[in-house]
């Protein structure tokens, strides 16, 4: 074995010095691997930035066995705590295409989960722009996910029963329709894998989207000059952190935000290159078509005032059958497509 | 562009038809990449397993705006709703060197998180074992990061302050260190990146190992035969799982595992290789002594039962200065190194 492996060695020595083109394209060419092939990443990891201390005093300790049987430890409640981070990931192509990378913003319940494999176990849009050439942070905001939560939140979290995703997200048709299994016609969610899909919710507070903010804030300033896509409350996450940081993000892929920035704001953004998507089956909903509608009038407001927005009905492209989860449905590739496409527009992927 | 590309693709077509043996070499050899260089996969993504169904009833209902100036929604705690799963995310490097995977099971107060990138930003287990040719299958266990939790969940969480893996994790010289910055002599601890470190741990019940194990038994059934590594609370529930799957778990390493499996039980998992590791500073403590004695006893009791079970007393080899998390502390390479050895003197790694 090692005598091959040495051979393998002084072939790969005299193959860089004769063929490096050659290797290029055979190890990756223009992007990270295939489409559908290899991987090739020339970086992947992980931290946690953003938080700040804040320090317990006065309440009671309690005694504890950590692990059944195990040692009795002391729990004191009090003390200074580490709270409202922000957990991100990211993976960089060995091939770059973009100019920038791509930062995610999930969306309310969720956690970054939500771009990686679908429930039926298709490859989600973090692999899809990776395999394009673009690095991909994904990150989840403060409360969820590996960002951890903390104690000094307010108010009770929210916990989503399982017909609520599929009766508010578009997927069945509207209240009763979980217990009927009712879809939307021509539904492009994956409902066959609908009991793995409510697995990756988390629970949600609504007292936590300043802290939240915050910290993307301080990975935009970690990650960025970016392109952010964003997704349902990671939407209006994201319009704020623009208002704040409109230098650093590029681009501003709103997936049917669940609010948007603010009026008196709009000098602020107005630099900022906006596609806002939305997906099918608006109308039949009682809520989306008011959460669309402020939408589409704040971005009127935003082009009143200078500024560059694309608005994305996915049905009048000829999508069709997408849920508020459009990032898992079944065509998650061609609203990807479109997303990239627009991107490359905006000059920022070649 | 697109001439140079054809071309590109000419040599590659022509590459590969005269050169495979370089291009293999050149690619990534034997392992997913080089050992520093690019990382190649075959494959990564990410699941839930695990897990059920509860129904909650008879609780109020309440109305809340999801996001600032959004619509109101109706909040009903009542339903039935998805709980105790496990997320996994996994990484398949395109060149294999190991006959298994590796499943990952945290420590306490953790999460996947802790095999990822180190606090000072170099890299962790994860890419250290992926980068040599093994498929690595990450876990938060149930209630940890992306793995959610639950309402149904007895007690209250504990949240640990930032002075407390400091003076419990022999970073520091013992209680009342954290304040002095006091470090064990020789701590490998990339004590700089402390603050960085804390930002990792997530709230932690003291009720729920016993969903954590079946949802880890539900991820051994879907990703193994594999070899498991385990840490601190994980290594208690990795010899629980060895004892309900012992023909699915083919090696046990447990890192300073803070339980171990049952006396009773021992003829269950005698047949799995054992590998546990302790590292320095236990005399000084006023826990460690009594965890580690715990686990010798009985590591003594599964060799006399005819099982095999190595332990690995880092300093004993020459590998000093680690604590409790050695998977982030700076010879953390070193340590992993060895992990690497006894596995391949496994049969597992070649």
Redesign the interface.
């Known amino acids: 074995m090692i005598s091959i492996?040495n051979?393998?060695?002084r072939?790969?020595v005299?193959?860089?010095l004769l063929?490096p083109?050659?290797?290029?394209?055979?190890?990756g060419?223009?992007s990270s691997?295939s489409e559908n092939g290899?991987?090739?990443?020339?970086?992947?990891?992980?931290?946690?930035v953003g938080?700040r201390?804040v320090t317990i005093s006065g309440q009671p300790t309690r005694d504890?066995?950590?692990?059944?049987?195990?040692?009795t430890?002391r729990?004191?409640?009090?003390?200074?705590?580490?709270v409202e981070?922000a957990?991100v990931?990211y993976?960089v192509p060995?091939s770059r295409r973009s100019i920038l990378p791509i930062l995610f913003m999930h969306g309310?319940g969720m956690?970054?989960?939500e771009y990686?494999?679908t429930p039926d176990?298709r490859?989600?849009w973090l692999?899809y722009f990776l395999r394009r050439g673009w690095p991909v942070y994904n990150v989840?905001a403060v409360e969820r996910?590996?960002a951890?939560?903390?104690?000094t939140f307010e108010g009770a979290p929210?916990?989503?029963?399982?017909?609520?995703p599929f009766e508010?997200f578009r997927i069945g048709n509207g209240a009763g329709s979980y217990t009927k299994r009712e879809l939307m016609p021509g539904s492009q969610f994956p409902i066959d894998a609908y009991?793995?899909f409510?697995?990756?919710?988390?629970?949600?507070w609504?007292t936590t989207?300043d802290a939240a903010l915050a910290a993307y804030i301080a990975a935009i300033d970690r990650i960025c000059p970016c392109a952010v896509i964003a997704h349902g409350?990671g939407g209006?996450l994201a319009f704020r952190a623009a208002e704040a940081r409109a230098d650093k993000i590029r681009a501003l892929v709103a997936v049917e935000p669940?609010?948007v920035g603010e009026t008196a704001s709009i000098e602020k953004i107005k630099g900022v290159p906006v596609l806002a998507l939305y997906g099918d089956f608006i109308d039949q909903d009682p809520?989306w078509p008011?959460?669309k509608g402020s939408g589409l009038r704040y971005f009127d407001e935003v082009r009143a005032a200078g500024g560059f927005v694309t608005v994305i009905d996915l049905p009048q492209i000829g999508i069709t059958g997408n849920s508020h989860v459009m990032m898992m449905d079944r065509n998650n590739a061609d609203i990807a497509a479109a997303i990239n496409r627009w991107l490359a527009e905006r000059g920022l992927w070649r």
């Open positions: 492996r051979m393998l060695r072939s790969l005299l193959a860089s063929l083109t050659m290797l290029v394209a055979a190890c060419g223009s691997g290899p991987l090739q990443l020339a970086d992947m990891g992980s931290f946690h938080g201390d504890l066995a950590l692990s059944p049987g195990g040692i430890v729990i004191d409640p009090n003390g200074t705590f580490s981070q957990y990931q993976f060995a309310g956690t970054g989960v990686e494999t176990g490859e989600g692999n989840d996910g590996r951890g939560w903390s104690q929210i916990f989503l029963a399982k017909n609520e508010r009991d793995k409510v697995r990756q919710f988390v629970p949600r609504t989207d409350q209006q669940a609010g809520r008011m959460i």
